[in-house]
């Protein structure tokens, strides 16, 4: 199976700073077509997740433009221009170029 | 509005079965792949099973394989997922969700399964 890495597992982060999360790959993720199955997802507590890009770097509609993906190969980021208050959770990077699907450990981004 | 409702989560014994349910709303359920995935305490998500629009393909974690089945009705808009010989790893939140392009784009509120004795 295609093993995701989160680097940081914990974040946390001042209001209004910005914020990083890297998600490596034990496989690249690009398929035979060159489209690349990875997604990012946030997760806030007591709340199911919710899709915040697709395809590396695809924003969900109504996800604010201070969520950005990038990346290729086996490295991916999701960056946070500004961190608001209700940016807190857990964060997953999810690959579903290869079978079975599978999700990165996930990133607690916390207020200091 | 998309919606998706579980139900039928339980406190159940190992080796116990369970069926849990998804109800859809608010788009075109039989045009969609649907999955299963689960919040196991204390390691994260995991992808479960899927299912293709008109229920003619299947797939599971191996874990689960031989022992969840996935189906759906398209007449009422749901899709299920029947757990048997179930484990104590087996305890967690399963969430229903929609699958388009390969990403999870809609997801319920999830169904608490707790396997114990």
């Known amino acids: 199976d295609v093993v995701l890495t989160q680097t940081p597992l914990s974040s946390p982060v001042t209001l209004g700073q910005p914020a990083s999360i890297s998600c490596r790959s034990s496989?690249?993720?690009?398929?035979?077509?060159?489209?690349?199955?990875l997604s990012w997802l946030h997760q806030r507590p007591g709340q199911p997740p919710r899709l915040l890009i697709y395809?590396?770097?695809n924003r969900v509609s109504g996800v604010p433009d201070r969520f950005s993906g990038s990346g290729t190969g086996t490295n991916f980021t999701l960056k946070i221009t500004r961190v608001e208050a209700d940016d807190v959770g857990i964060y997953y990077c999810t690959q579903a170029t290869h079978f079975p699907q599978t999700f990165g450990q996930g990133t607690k981004v916390e207020v200091k | 509005e998309v919606q998706l409702v579980e139900s039928g989560g339980h406190l159940v014994q190992p080796g116990g079965s369970l069926r849990l349910s998804c109800a859809a709303s608010?788009?075109?359920?039989?045009?969609?792949?649907m999955s299963w995935v689960r919040r196991v305490p204390g390691k994260g998500l995991e992808w479960v099973a899927n299912i293709k629009q008109d229920g003619s393909e299947k797939y599971y974690m191996s874990s689960v394989a031989g022992r969840f089945t996935v189906s759906r009705d398209n007449a009422n808009n749901s899709v299920f997922l029947q757990m048997s010989s179930l484990r104590a790893e087996d305890t967690a939140v399963y969430y229903c969700?929609?699958?388009?392009?390969?990403?999870?784009?809609?997801w319920g509120q999830g169904a608490l399964v707790t396997v114990s004795s």
């Open positions: 496989q690249g993720l690009a398929d035979g077509n060159g489209r690349t199955y």
């Open positions: 969700a929609r699958t388009a392009d390969r990403s999870f784009d809609y």
């Open positions: 395809k590396i770097s």
């Open positions: 608010g788009f075109s359920f039989s045009n969609y792949w």
